[in-house]
């Protein structure tokens, strides 16, 4: 008599953790997915913000911008002169060490050209 009713309560006692762990596992998949929609909220709010801030930096940056900026200090600035601009080109890229050509460093107001052989 004692076997047939431990054998029905260990049935009944595996029954009843089954329901306990699965009602658990379907709390914890709430809670993750709740988690999971804030981080996505937060995150959408950050790239907006993101966003927002590049747009502003690129107002700033604008030359319109910065003349008025310069203005309302009183900087005294004003756009430099084509004479006063100087152009230099662009390094090569990958060069193998030891077999670097010559390039242009620095166009001097005058024209002549600084080149620079690293030997």
Partial sequence: MVGPA??????????????????????????????????????????????????QIAVLMSPTALEARAKDLRLGLVAPSPMQIWRLPEPPGDVPAGTEPDRQLAAGRSGAVAAVMEQ
């Fill in 6 to 55: 431990l054998k029905a309560s260990l049935i009944c006692f595996f029954i009843l953790v089954c329901c306990v762990g699965y009602v658990w596992q379907k709390k914890q998949i709430a809670e993750l997915s709740r988690q999971i929609r804030n981080q996505e909220a937060h995150y959408n709010d950050l790239r907006d913000h993101n966003d927002k801030l590049k747009k």
